[in-house]
């Protein structure tokens, strides 16, 4: 864009010039990848100068590749009329060689003698200019003009072509003969234009300035006729006065030229400084607006945990944890913009813990489940049987990538369903009866949606050539989710994984958002050694199907840090192993979904699709029923047959029977649910509350919170029972929060508000374990308490080393160092590093829960 400015404004002014190009200083080492960006090999010059060829006959593509030296100086910019000589390499040819070099080397504009021109083989000259990167010194060094020298910018003169736009200018009714020599050697003048047959007529000699001082040129001008009348012989001079002023203006509107797109490259190096202060300050910003955000979620969702370990029913404990959900749902969007920031910056990385696929797509489940069942949107995932329980991996980055993908299907579908299902690719590669098909009839709601098998047309891991993880730990997994939303304009699919892009203002008015989920998605997809892609028809639906590799973890050789992400199968209650279900759903993709969950709680699933088949089913004498679920399509299209089947089996020990509904309310006549005493189950199944609402119905196990018992309670109760933690924090709900997550497992907690309090408490000799610091303090912030704590106790160390005081008035303890554990709502890299430069052992982010602070201490407590 400089270059066509610099061309198109100048072009008045230098009317005379048959072209300008530019050549770029490229050295050998990057002629290979220069080669491979501009898609041209550099073209050789000195062939071309020895054996000139026809401009008919003339073509850059048939040049010869330039030979191997030390740089090159190819054109890569020029205008139209001189555009044959990009990719030329101008110092190849011994004229432009020796100017280029001058050039560089002084600083100044240098004058080729002349030569014939490439393509039109007239006698031209080339007045040549260094680009500099920097602003030197007149006086610089030879050497520290080449480091400098970025390019070099040459302006062609075709001197037939000048003089003869030049007399054409000057329109005289008298034809005038004129003759252009180069005079630097006076005893070998080289004749540029005209002839040289002598003339005894009138004859006026000019100097010619073409802006090189060490050369010299000089136009002789005669008429061709007896020497005219003296009033024409004034005219004519003061003709030829106007064309050498013309040459000199246009030579000197070049060189200030050249010197503003100098100015214009340092104003760019200053914006550019400018552009990188901007984003140090994004980042600021980013930090803050986190930790101000963050300090009061560490309240509410500290608050609700609490709740949580009260005497809670279902109803309640599910009120609970939609609210929780929701309050995660607000933390998660602030971790995506900082995620972009990361993704920029190349800072994100990868966990690798063990962890429960099953149990991160139940709480995405949760996450969504109150907007699916206000839309009346049935919603559902299915997790192949061959899918190993535990995984090792980044479980959080996993469950963002669901979650992005879940988000936009319940953002843009106000009907029908949405479905998350989950192979080994080893599956759907062995049989494409695994994926769902893409007939109307077999869908989970029954629209029609789009065929997942599009979205993955272009993946490696299915072409030939594919990059499967073929190791014996290694788990592939394929990952779809299918919806009936309103589709992707075809205009705008190219662009769906471009950052805070959208697919149109109307779409972001309507429905919201930042447009980052994508990107970041596709970016952590990539980490995961995994390929992203989707199908999409309007008014039809979307899918989105990607890949991920994560390793098995049911292999006991390596020790991974165990996470429980949730209450899963096998934290549910037994009571229910070696029962019997029925489920009653004509939908075989619906059937499936119900089956898979009611499996996980140990219970046979027969599947029958009519009321016929399954009173057939339940009156088998050998063939025990304690339970019947129904889907709800099944009830309301035949109350009558509905009725029916209630009454029939209504004797000696029925089934209990119950309703899978995506919505509460029915008013379809007096054939409710309730009339026969049915217990109704919302979608979308998941485990936990499958297990809660079958519990509670059929009067056996616990009815309260079946969460209660899960591992990471129990071990922090092992590690923290009985310890003394000081936590110290200038913010009361947090301090209440954090204290109240402690005292839950047992701990002896006391709370501090102050830096200086901190050290007053932790002077040795003291009798705590451990201390939670937060870092963002009024007076003394955690970064400097902590320094200020392990002098105190460095001090003291050093001396009991030397003998200088007793080890037994500080309780024994030879080697003072209590763990300190970062407490913030700071996440960026910068804030974690400085925790470990002032001394601090570890570092929890707000809002915190169990699993973190099981992570963190037992690494100082056994």
């Given amino acids: 864009r400089t270059f066509a400015r610099y061309t198109e404004r100048t072009a008045f002014e230098r009317p005379l010039t048959s072209g ?17 960006q501009q898609g041209w ?9 020895q054996n000139p060829v026809h401009k008919d006959d003339y073509h850059p593509d048939f040049l010869e590749p330039s030979p191997i030296q030390e740089e090159y100086a190819p054109v890569i910019f020029a205008q139209d009329s001189v555009s044959h000589v990009v990719s030329i390499d101008v110092l190849s040819g011994k004229e432009d060689r020796e100017n280029v070099l001058q050039a560089r080397k002084s600083g100044k ?71 252009v020599l180069d005079t630097t050697n006076q005893s070998y003048p080289i004749s540029m234009y005209g002839s040289n047959a002598s003339n005894d007529g009138l004859k006026h000699v000019s100097h010619l300035n073409f802006g090189d001082p060490f050369r010299k040129h000089e136009m002789h001008c005669r008429f061709k006729q007896k020497p005219p009348w003296p009033w024409l012989a004034i005219t004519t001079s003061i003709g030829i006065l106007v064309i050498a002023l013309l040459v000199g203006h246009i030579f000197h509107a070049t060189v200030n030229r050249i010197a503003k797109v100098e100015d214009d490259c340092h104003k760019m190096m200053e914006l550019k400084k400018q552009a990188e202060a901007a984003d140090v300050a994004k980042s600021q910003f980013l930090a803050t607006v986190s930790h101000e955000i963050r300090t009061p979620m560490n309240g509410v969702l500290g608050m609700l945990d609490m709740l949580m370990d009260t005497d809670l029913d279902v109803t309640q404990l599910d009120y609970v944890r939609t609210a929780q959900a929701s309050g995660k749902a607000l933390v998660a969007l602030i971790n995506e913009v900082l995620d972009q920031a990361k993704i920029e910056s190349g800072k994100l990385e990868l966990e690798e813990v063990q962890f429960d696929l099953r149990a991160i797509l139940d709480d995405v489940l949760s996450l969504f489940s109150g907007k699916s069942q206000d839309k009346g949107v049935e919603l559902a995932v299915y997790i ?44 759907v590669i062995d049989s494409i009866e695994v994926e769902t098909e893409s007939s109307s009839k077999n869908t989970l709601s029954g629209f029609p949606v789009a065929d997942r098998r599009q979205s993955w047309k272009g993946f490696r891991t299915f072409s030939q050539e594919g990059s499967m993880h073929p190791f014996s730990d290694s788990i592939n997994l394929i990952v779809s989710v299918e919806d009936t939303g309103v589709g992707i304009p075809p205009e705008a699919q190219s662009r769906v994984f471009t950052p805070f892009m959208q697919v149109g203002p109307s779409i972001s008015r309507t429905h919201g958002g930042t447009g980052i989920g994508l990107s970041i998605s596709k970016c952590l997809v990539g980490l995961m050694k995994g390929e992203i892609g989707f199908v999409s028809i309007p008014k039809i639906g979307s899918t989105f199907t990607f890949t991920a590799v994560f390793t098995s973890g049911c292999s006991s050789s390596k020790e991974y840090k165990s996470q429980q992400i949730n209450c899963q199968s096998n934290t549910v209650s037994s009571e229910f192993h070696g029962m019997r279900a029925l489920v009653m ?3 075989p993709v619906r059937a499936k979904v119900s089956k898979y969950h009611i499996q996980r709680l140990g219970i046979h699933v027969e599947v029958v699709s009519d009321w016929k088949q399954g009173l057939s089913s339940i009156s088998r004498a050998n063939n025990a029923i304690h339970m019947v679920l129904i889907e709800q399509e099944v009830w309301d299209r035949d109350l009558k047959s509905s009725g029916l089947f209630m009454e029939k089996i209504g004797s000696g020990s029925p089934p209990k029977v119950f309703l899978l509904s995506n919505s509460i309310n029915f008013s379809r006549g007096n054939t409710s649910p309730g009339a026969y005493g049915l217990t109704v189950i919302s979608k979308p199944l998941r485990a936990s509350m499958l297990a809660a609402s079958l519990q509670r119905a059929m009067g056996i196990g616990n009815k309260g919170n079946p969460c209660n018992g899960e591992l990471p309670s129990l071990s922090l109760r092992n590690l923290l029972l009985g310890r003394k933690i000081l936590i110290v924090d200038d913010n009361n709900v947090n301090l209440k929060v954090a204290a109240g997550a402690l005292k839950k497992y047992g701990a002896d907690v006391v709370s501090a508000t102050r830096g200086i309090k901190a050290i007053e408490l932790l002077t040795p000799p003291h009798h705590f374990d451990a201390c939670f610091m937060d870092i963002q303090m009024p007076e003394m912030d955690g970064f400097e308490a902590t320094r200020r704590i392990r002098d105190v106790e460095q001090n003291i160390n050093n001396h009991i080393k030397f003998g200088e005081i007793s080890v037994d008035d500080y309780n024994n303890v030879s080697n003072w160092h209590v763990p300190i554990l970062a407490m913030t709502a700071d996440v960026i890299q910068a804030t974690h590093e400085e925790c470990l430069r002032c001394g601090m052992d570890g570092y929890v982010s707000k809002p915190f829960e169990a699993e973190q602070l099981y992570r963190e201490v037992s690494r100082f407590f056994h």
Wanted: proline fraction near 3%; avoid cysteine; aromatic fraction near 6%.
């Fill in 109 to 179: 504009g240098v004058l080729t003698a002349p030569f014939r021109l490439l393509k039109t083989n007239r006698l031209g000259v080339i007045l040549t200019f260094a680009v500099y990167k920097r602003d030197l010194p007149s006086n610089a060094a030879h050497n520290e003009r080449i480091q400098a020298t970025d390019g070099y910018l040459g302006g062609v003169f075709d001197i037939e072509s000048l003089v003869e736009k030049l007399l054409h200018q000057l329109a005289s009714k008298q034809t005038i003969l004129v003759n």
């Fill in 384 to 427: 192949s049987d061959r899918v190993p329980d535990m995984l090792i991996g980044d479980p959080g980055r996993f469950r963002q990538i669901i979650t992005n993908l879940m988000g936009n299907s319940i953002k843009f579908t106000e009907k029908g369903h949405i479905l998350v299902t989950v192979h080994l690719v080893e599956e």
């Fill in 585 to 587: 759903d004509p939908r």
């Fill in 41 to 49: 090999t550099i073209k050789r010059m000195d062939t071309l100068e």
């Fill in 20 to 36: 300008v190009a530019y050549a770029v200083r490229v050295l050998h080492s990057e002629r290979e990848q220069f080669e491979r």
